[in-house]
Every structure is written in C-alpha cells, then in structure tokens.
C-alpha cells in the first residue's frame, strides 16, 4: 500500500468541483432527478452517479465537522459548519427524499440483484418511510443544539497547582497513589460540571422536545421507535434491548461487584468512592504509555504491525497525510472518533489523549475503525460503506483485543499484564454502563413530557439497579443525579449506545477465537469488515467468526470465558 491515497477518479462530476454551497452541487442532483433510467444498465449508473455525488458532499461535510471539533473557538469552523446545516442539509435532506423515491418507483428497480441491494433498498424504504419536510428544521435544530453541548463540555477547565487544565487532562489524576489529590481533583471537576447543570439540563430539554416532535411529525408516538427505525435496526428489536439489559444485571453486574469489593479489600478503604476506581491496587503508579503525540503514533503503528501489518499502514497512511488529532487541549470538543471520509477512503481520529493507558485504549479503538474504512475503500457505492453500528464498534472493540500481543512497544512485561488485566475489567464494569444508558434513554424517549426533576428521579433509579453497590455516593447525591451529563451520546447521538455492548460481546467472542487461532480470526475479521454494509448484521457476524447473539446464555457463556482470561493474568 501506498504511504498516502488518493480519492478515487470522478466519473460523474468534475474532477475539480469544490464544494462551498448547496449551488455548487445542485445542478448535478437535478439531472439526477430529472434523468430517465429505461433499464437496469441505466438504473446501476444512475446509483453509481448518485452515489458519486452524496460521498463528495458528504466528505465535505465530515471535514466541516472534523475542524470545528479539533478547533471549537474558530468562528471561521464553525461558521463553516452552521452554513452547512443551515444552507446544504435541507435541501439535500429534500432532494434525497426525491431521490429515493424515484428509485423506489422505477419499474427496473425489481431487478436488481437482491442478494447484492437487499440491504440498501430496506435502508432505502425506511429513510422514505420516516421523511417529513417539516422535520428538516427540526433536524438542524438538534445538530446545533448538539454543538452546542460540545463546546459547552470543551470549554470546561479546572485548575490544579495554579495550572488550568481540560478535563480529560484531569482524569490523569484519578490514578494517583494520592487519595487526597484524587478527591481533590474529583471535587473540582463535580464543581466544574454542576456549574453548567441549569444549562446543560435546559439544552437537553429541548433536545427532547425537538426529538418527540420530529417522531410526532413521522407517524410515531414516540422518538424511541422512530429511533428505531432511523438507526436501521432491522435485525433486533426493544424487546431484545430489554432482554440485553436483564442479561447484563444478570450475568455482569455481580462480577462487577465482585470487581470492586477486591478492589475496596486491596485499597483497604472503608468507602469506595468515584475516584478510587483507576488508581492501581498494588500502589504501582499510573501505566504511561507514551508522553507525546507522536510516540504514541509510532507505538500504535509497531503494536498494530505485530497483528497484521495491513493494519499499521493504515495508520502510517494516516500520519502522513495529517489525518490525526490526538492531544487534548482547550477549545478542542470532548470524546474521540473515527471519521470516515468516503471519497479519498481515508479516515480521520479525533481524540483527547492526556498520556493515560486509557487514552491508548481509545486509540486502539479508533485504529480499529480506521481498519474498517480502508478495508471498505474499494466497495463501489457510498451506501456500503454506510456501516450499522452494531457492526462499527465490533472493528474497534476487536481490534482492542486482539493488539494485547503488540503492547510491548508501550510497556514491558508486568505493565502489559497490568493493562491488559484493567482493559478487561474494564469491558465486565463498562456493560452495566451501558444498559443503563439504553435504559434510561428507553425511558426519556417513551416519557416525553417528563420534568428534568422527574428525569433525576428516574436516572437515580436505574444508576442504582445497573450500578456496582460497592461505590459511596455520600457527598456527592446532587452530583449523581445528573452524572449523565457526562455521556455526550445522550445529547449528541441519541440510542447509538447499546450498539458498544452487542458489539463488545461480539468482540470477547472475536478474541476467544483469536487465542484459539490467529491466522483464520484475522481473516475472519478482515473477511467480515471488507463486506461493509452488504449483508444483514447476523450475516455479517457470521462472516466473523461469531454469532449475532446477546442472550443470558450468550452473555454467560462470554462472562465465563471473559472472568477466566482476567484469573490467567493474575
């Protein structure tokens, strides 16, 4: 592979066209429109040219988003990215609406290969099914709102030893051997964050009120269902949501107490609080993977080539092309992603690294995502690439596990049994998290007209069935009730949560396959993600290896293994 890519040729617009405007772009989707397609040859260029046409508006996009996150201060980015929303998004949200029925309608579209468009056309049906023209302003609505929240968190700074610092800078802290530094810290980001309660509870307020009138607007009496619907989730329903948030209560939270009741033995603690969850237990200091961003690029690319060496091009391919953004510094939005670039085939990762072990987890994550897009950079139209989430966080959350063989180009042999034995503990206390987030945003969605003290009522409620009874609230009630805050994906991405728990037991099983023969689940895994979204979510699964699957059983099973792999590294 070359050391940097090109975007593919252009067949359908001018190789030179640069998007500034809805303008720029709107004759090519009215020839579109107004195109006649006779046959099935003519039907397959008209979605190889539609096709053309949504990945270069849609990189354009990307990159408008991608700069306001790295910068969120720059009112040139932002500027950019308002513009989009306000000017290109409704009219391409109008004229997809067109397109898709145009598609629909055509007598020629019955002969289609259907094992091949199957997917695309359900996908397809539900988008025509759910479009309103007055949810357009709605949808711009939230997106705003949405940015909102984000530089609302990124801007959020506390002070240490007369240095101000991000929050993600402070989270270095929780893993201090000083107990009083710790809670210190804690202290000053609770202070931080309750600061912005009355506005961060105002901005999701009417997020909610915006979202449960876009679900009225469709046909829906709630925007749980709509959510449903808009998210693709064809192959799994609320009951299996329910059904994936007993099993967790079940069969995970008990080795999450298990977890933490050691944990309280070792520290010999009375209480367990908040910020005594990261320190290590054997008085070892805090893991330091790496002190810059560039050394951890340079590790990252040594450990990933240890798996596979595809994988380590893709991220030298990455650097190469100032495809990276890794540091966490003021002004910069909170959390870390994949950002797939459907044109060029080159994704770009965002995230807040401070210098923890688990900001090498996240990088992990994000190399397993950028896996997935360059694995799909040859599939033909950008609709395939447009992968469910259920099958995104399975690459990432993969990748995590099968790299433990490669943290030797961060630490040497005890720190890497330490990392690995926190990274699995972490995925056993991390599911319960995650029902819990489902849950509650089950309930929001399905009580629209709930009042934000009712919200911390209920919030209250769950955090106390789906959390470990090891950890002391005690000083921090008011904190508690609206520790939600903290999970942009609430504000941001709303039900694009539980996809990280079906997905990490997916994973488990990926890597319980991985310890039993390497060569054939890396193919397995690189068979699978190649596929992008041309299959169903339970074909996709069995591609890799693994079954599509988050029953009790399921779960139990994957716990057992999960509990003796953490018992090997002790």
């Not at 998004?89 to 598609?103: C, G, H, S």
């Not at 967790?248 to 939270?253: G, H, W």
């Not at 050394?295 to 596979?308: F, G, M, R, Y």
């Not at 005690?474 to 508690?480: A, F, S, T």
């Amino acid at each position: 592979m070359e050391k940097t890519l090109k975007r593919k040729t252009r067949n359908y617009l001018p190789e030179t066209l640069t998007i500034n405007a809805w303008k720029d772009v709107e004759d090519f989707f009215s020839e579109l429109e107004n195109r006649n397609i006779n046959n099935e040859t003519e039907l397959l260029q008209w979605i190889a040219d539609r096709s053309e046409t949504d990945a270069a508006l849609d990189e354009e996009y990307r990159w408008r988003y991608v700069r306001q996150s790295c910068d969120t201060e720059n009112p040139i980015y932002k500027k950019a990215y308002e513009d989009f929303i306000q000017d290109v998004l409704p009219n391409w949200m109008a004229t997809n609406n067109t397109l898709n029925k145009k598609i629909a309608n055509n007598e020629n579209t019955k002969l289609l290969d259907q094992d091949r468009f199957s997917v695309y056309l359900r996908q397809l049906h539900a988008q025509l099914k759910l479009f309103r023209e007055e949810n357009i302003p709605l949808s711009q609505q939230t997106q705003l709102l949405a940015q909102k929240y984000a530089a609302l968190i990124g801007a959020m700074t506390i002070e240490n030893n007369g240095e101000e610092i991000t929050l993600p800078q402070a989270n270095v802290f929780f893993q201090n051997q000083d107990r009083a530094l710790r809670k210190s810290i804690f202290e000053k980001t609770v202070q931080r964050r309750m600061q912005d309660k009355a506005e961060l509870n105002a901005i999701f307020d009417e997020l909610l009120k915006t979202r449960h009138q876009i679900a009225l607007n469709a046909g829906y009496t709630n925007y749980r269902d709509y959510m449903f619907e808009e998210l693709g989730r064809f192959d799994y329903d609320v009951n299996a949501c329910e059904q994936f948030h007993e099993a967790i209560k079940t069969e995970v939270l008990p080795l999450v107490n298990q977890i933490y009741k050691q944990r309280k033995q070792a520290l010999n603690v009375e209480e367990l609080y908040p910020y005594d969850l990261d320190v290590d237990v054997k008085n070892l200091p805090a893991l330091k993977p790496f002190e810059t961003q560039q050394e951890l690029i340079d590790k990252t690319i040594q450990c990933l080539e240890k798996v596979n060496p595809f994988f380590a091009e893709c991220i030298e391919i990455m650097q190469n092309m100032n495809h990276l953004d890794l540091d966490s510094r003021k002004g910069k939005a909170p959390g870390g992603y994949n950002m797939s670039l459907p044109e060029i085939g080159v994704p770009f990762v965002f995230m807040n690294a401070a210098g923890t072990n688990k900001d090498l987890e996240t990088m992990l994550h994000e190399s397993g995502h950028a896996v997935h897009s360059f694995l799909m950079r040859t599939l033909p139209y950008n609709f395939d690439q447009e992968v469910p989430s259920e099958m995104a966080e399975l690459a990432s959350m993969s990748m995590e596990l099968m790299t433990f063989e490669g943290l030797d180009a961060f630490y040497n042999d005890a720190d890497k049994k330490r990392a690995i034995s926190t990274h699995l503990e972490g995925i056993i206390t991390m599911l319960p998290w995650i029902a819990l987030v489902d849950k509650f945003q089950h309930w929001i969605y399905t009580n629209p007209t709930h009042t934000a003290e009712e919200r911390e009522i209920k919030w209250m409620e769950l955090h106390k069935e789906l959390s470990s009874e090891e950890i002391a609230w005690q000083g921090y009630e008011d904190y508690r009730k609206v520790f939600w805050h903290k999970q942009l994906h609430i504000f941001e991405m709303p039900f694009y949560y539980i996809e990280y728990g079906i997905a990490q037991l997916g994973a488990i099983a990926v890597w319980r396959n991985f310890t039993a023969d390497k060569t054939k689940a890396v193919e397995n895994y690189k068979a699978a993600l190649k596929l992008g979204y041309t299959k169903t979510l339970p074909q996709l699964y069995q591609t890799a290896g693994i079954k599509f699957d988050f029953s009790k059983e399921y779960v139990s099973e994957l716990m057992r293994f999960l509990n003796q792999a953490v018992e090997n590294i002790q």
